[in-house]
């Protein structure tokens, strides 16, 4: 059995016979690792899959589509697009103690309650470990094998011999290919060990949910060619200390990728979450300043959220902003217009935006509500509690339209919002919602505070 020794890239995977101090693959610097590896071949390898023939279109289209894998969480279903795909490897992220393992859990046990037969192959906990977990979430299923160990051979012995529908695997990161000499984690070992996955389920139509760590930049620990080679990669997020989770794919091969799931953290695990479109509006106070509602769009389901601003006096000859939720760059740019298009005179105030729940707008459909809610703290007046502002905002001052405005209303109109702030010509209201449309952000202005 010989040995080589190899320096790895952590970050795209680049190989080098010496150590360096620059990545030559990415460019990235101090991220090559030394790893040894044996040429010692496998015991067993996944046997090869005959050589596949060109099939036509017609043909191809002519079969019947695979059935997918409910699991009857709804969030977690609609955001992979309707349920797993039969074959398809599914990668999700997230921070530790976000609830990975515990989503993976309750969606083993649903698709075991089912019919399905689950194996769930643990490589960090042992099986009372596992069993614990799961006697905690309540799950009781007969068709629910466990496995712990974290070698991947092992994994290929117990997918043939139990057969299963679905295989949650947790954690890639910990697996173990039988040809790598290198430890569990590395970049060798995440690529190749995943590759191995691929070749022993996809052949037979197996679904895989693949857990993963994050690095602390946010994304999934191993090299980039790990989310080319899955079929879906979820980012599951939230702060550890609230009680909401958010699910939102990021590459999806089989459904939309702006979905989003929502789910709640209880004593008995993870629900999803009941009314996710006025989730956020809970605890609104009705005469809060500093405060508006706008609604997003999440997917295709609208999301009305809450934006909260907060204007002081600054001590400094810089004044300090910052955003929670909304793009600090974009809260610059809206600042600069309130000041210069406006005429308010926000230079000597440190500014501070939140988005209320944990949220994160990514869209500027909201651009309006957040202008509305620094106005508010600036002049300390409180916006109408019956009021939501959707729209864009250019650099001149003037209100843009957004896509799909007349969900957004239908939605405030559901929940009991009086009047919309929108853009000039968006169209039909509602019944009982009133449209007040507006050109630029002083007009915004002048008609939400009456002067």
């Known amino acids: 059995m010989r040995e080589k020794t190899v320096y790895v890239c952590q970050t795209c995977g680049y190989e080098a016979p010496k150590w360096l101090g620059r990545c030559p693959g990415c460019g990235a610097w101090n991220t090559l690792v030394e790893e040894r590896r044996s040429a010692r071949p496998a015991k067993e390898r ?115 011999t139990l057969r299963p529908a679905a295989v949650i695997v947790d954690s890639v990161q910990t697996m173990r290919h039988p040809e790598l000499a290198s430890a569990p984690g590395s970049v060798a070992q995440v690529r190749e060990g995943t590759a191995f996955l691929l070749e022993v389920l996809k052949p037979r139509k197996v679904a895989a949910l693949l857990i993963g760590h994050v690095t602390k930049e946010g994304t999934i620990a191993g090299p980039r060619v790990l989310e080319h080679l899955v079929d879906a990669v979820l980012y599951f997020e ?140 600036f002049r300390e007046a409180p916006v109408a509690a019956g009021d939501v502002f959707i729209g864009e905002i250019g650099l001149s001052g003037e209100v843009r339209p957004v896509p799909r405005l007349s969900a957004r209303l239908a939605e405030a109109a559901r929940l009991g919002f009086r009047r919309a702030f929108v853009p000039p010509a968006a169209g039909g209201r509602p019944e009982g919602l009133v449209g007040v449309e507006v050109r630029t952000v002083r007009e915004a202005l002048e008609a939400a505070f009456g002067r």
């Not at 399905?116 to 629910?144: F, H, P, T, W």
């Not at 309130?338 to 440190?350: F, M, T, V």
Request: aromatic share 4%; charged share 20%.
């Open 46 to 160: 996944p046997a090869a899959p005959a050589i596949a023939r060109p099939v036509s279109l017609a043909a191809a289209a002519a079969r019947p589509p695979a059935e997918r894998l409910r699991t009857g969480l709804e969030e977690f279903d609609r955001v992979l697009g309707g349920g797993l795909v039969p074959g398809s490897l599914v990668l999700l992220g997230g921070e530790p103690g976000i609830g990975k393992s515990t989503l993976a859990s309750i969606a083993a046990a649903r698709l075991a309650g089912a019919g399905r037969r689950v194996l769930y192959a643990g490589g960090e906990e042992s099986e009372e470990q596992i069993r614990l977990r799961l006697a905690r979430l309540g799950v009781e299923a007969a068709d629910l094998y466990l496995l712990a160990d974290g070698r991947l051979d092992a994994l290929q012995e117990a997918v043939e």
């Open 238 to 377: 939230g702060e550890r200390y609230q009680q909401y989770r958010v699910l939102r794919a990021v590459k999806n091969r089989f459904g939309p990728t702006n979905e989003l799931g929502l789910f709640e953290m209880t004593e008995s695990g993870l629900v999803p979450a009941e009314a996710p479109t006025k989730l956020f509006l809970r605890e609104r106070s009705e005469a809060a300043i500093g405060a508006a509602v706008t609604a997003t769009m999440e997917g295709s389901r609208p999301m009305l959220l809450e934006v909260q601003a907060l204007l002081v006096p600054t001590l400094f000859p810089v004044p300090r902003r910052s955003a929670t939720g909304f793009d600090l760059g974009r809260l610059h740019m809206l600042l600069a217009v309130l000041e210069k298009r406006a005429g308010l005179h926000l230079i000597g105030h440190d500014a501070y935006v939140n988005v209320v729940g944990g949220l994160r707008i990514s869209e500027p459909a909201a651009d309006l509500a957040v202008a509305l809610a620094i106005a508010s703290s």
